[in-house]
């Protein structure tokens, strides 16, 4: 069987996971109409046709020390992969939570390419369609962008179309599969080295401010340093969302709230939609541990940021291409218009930060190295947060799976590892963004209460800037 190393940095995800947390991505598409089981599958097997890695596994191999590899499953059978289940009599959001928590916490085979999907039936008049990945199969942006050709613009589209073929990763996909560590150690620098270059400009291109023009060797070096500072501050102390894990997990989602009223919002402070809508969630979260007994006027709680590097022309090529940054979070601010402008100011701090870039060179580094050594840096950096959070864009119209219309789209971020307790991530589908959090069900137990008050948050914000005069401008400050 055909061998093909896997890149570095999707290595590094792949040894992610934690003795109880798994680095494990599962997204949820609610319908009002019942899917056709067998249509989904048959949609499915046409176009994921283009797109080996769902008919890979993972296997290690190599000496002195096996490395990730993926390995083309023999006699690969798609239905393995898909599993039609309703929900328990008689329904409800609450069952439909006991359910996706169920999935979430369960390990998916490792002699099966890592990934499933499950049909749910029973909800409401509806259905949910699940599906899991594991990390190192793709981020949030290329998996979006394979979204796209699972979900259609229009009901009537055909199963069989044409699917844009990914390019081939510029990474060792056909090499040897005896390379082993010390092999691809020396050779570490030259790699990484592309690496950097591609990924600065990727970065430079995205950030669109005047660092463009700074020469690529200083925001690497930049980078860097900025790392390294980040690395010797003092850990998160303990809180609800650290301490000792179990596999079980725990979902809960928001209600939906208007990109509009988020922009309404944001004009309180000049602040962008991302800002209004971390600062909701950290009041959400602020509440949540004042409400558990911790200090919230005297501790730090950070969330471990990713910031995507892909160029546009390659979100449909599948692995992981983005940085991280640790992201100081207000809980200490008292009221929501004072989180949002620290949440503001911290945000576009980060956003001339090399910092990412740096973070990449990093997991692509220890992707080269055995899980053992890679678990270092990956715990060094854990420790300096609670949480992961992340924001996707979703489609601004309605899309549909087999031929069924999608009424709401959200996913769970993991937060593998054995230092973070809890994934945050926000989508917006079509003019509304849903919150979303797994956690481990042994450290937060209810983490609809935290959804509830980001609900409650954002109502507060969203009557202030009601209240807000409306400034209008004359024909001269238009000009002007």
């Known amino acids: 069987m055909a061998l093909h190393k896997m890149d570095a940095v999707d290595a590094a995800w792949f040894h992610m996971d934690g003795r109880a947390n798994l680095a494990m991505v599962t997204s949820v598409a609610l319908t009002r109409r019942r899917l056709d089981f067998d249509r989904v599958k048959a949609l499915y097997a046409a176009r994921l046709a283009d797109f080996p890695r769902f008919r890979q596994r993972v296997v290690e191999r190599g000496l002195p020390v096996p490395l990730p590899h993926w390995e083309d499953v023999p006699d690969f059978d798609i239905g393995q992969h898909l599993h039609h289940v309703a929900l328990p009599s008689p329904g409800g959001r609450r069952a439909l939570e006991r359910m996706l928590s169920d999935i979430a916490s369960s390990p998916l085979d490792r002699l099966q390419p890592l990934w499933q999907v499950h049909v749910i039936d029973g909800v409401g008049r509806g259905s949910a369609l699940v599906t899991r990945f594991h990390h190192c199969m793709g981020d949030g942006t290329s998996m979006t962008a394979l979204s796209m050709q699972l979900y259609d613009a229009a009901p009537d589209a055909p199963i069989e179309r044409g699917a844009r073929r990914p390019r081939r990763r510029p990474a060792a996909a056909d090499d040897a599969a005896g390379e082993g560590w010390f092999d691809t150690a020396f050779a570490t620098l030259g790699t990484a080295a592309r690496g950097v270059a591609a990924a600065t400009q990727a970065a430079l291109r995205t950030a669109r401010h005047p660092q463009a023009l700074v020469d690529k060797a200083a925001l690497i070096a930049g980078g860097a340093g900025m790392l390294l500072t980040e690395l010797l501050k003092t850990d998160d102390p303990p809180s609800p969302f650290k301490g000792d894990f179990a596999l079980p997990k725990r979902v ?72 991280l940054v640790l992201l100081e979070l207000a809980v200490a601010a008292r009221t929501p218009l004072e989180r949002l402008r620290l949440t503001k100011a911290n945000m576009d701090a980060l956003k001339r930060s090399p910092e990412p870039v740096a973070m990449r060179v990093l997991f692509d580094l220890f992707g080269r190295t055995p899980k053992a050594v890679s678990d270092i840096p990956q715990s060094l950096i854990s420790r300096k947060a609670s949480v992961v959070m992340t924001n996707v864009v979703g489609a601004r119209e309605t899309l549909y799976v087999a031929g069924v219309p999608i009424e709401r789209v959200m996913f769970w971020v993991p937060h593998p590892g054995d230092e973070l307790g809890m994934g945050i991530s926000i989508l917006s589908y079509r003019g509304e963004a849903t919150l979303a959090i797994v956690a481990d069900a042994h450290l937060v137990p209810d983490p609809e209460t935290i959804t509830r008050r980001f609900e409650r948050e954002f109502a507060v914000l969203l009557a202030a800037a009601q209240r807000a005069p409306v400034v209008k401008k004359t024909a001269g400050a238009d000009r002007r």
Do not use: C
Request: charged residues 25%; without cysteine; hydrophobic residues 50%.
């Open 252 to 323: 809960a989602w928001s209600a939906p709230v208007s990109i509009a009223d988020v922009k309404a919002i944001g004009a309180l402070a000049d602040a962008k939609v991302n800002d209004v809508l971390v600062a909701g969630m950290t009041g959400a979260l602020r509440a949540y541990l004042k409400r558990r007994g911790v200090d919230v006027g005297h501790t730090t709680l950070r969330a471990l940021v990713p910031v995507d590097l892909r160029p546009p022309e390659r979100a449909l090529e599948l692995g992981n291409d983005f940085g």
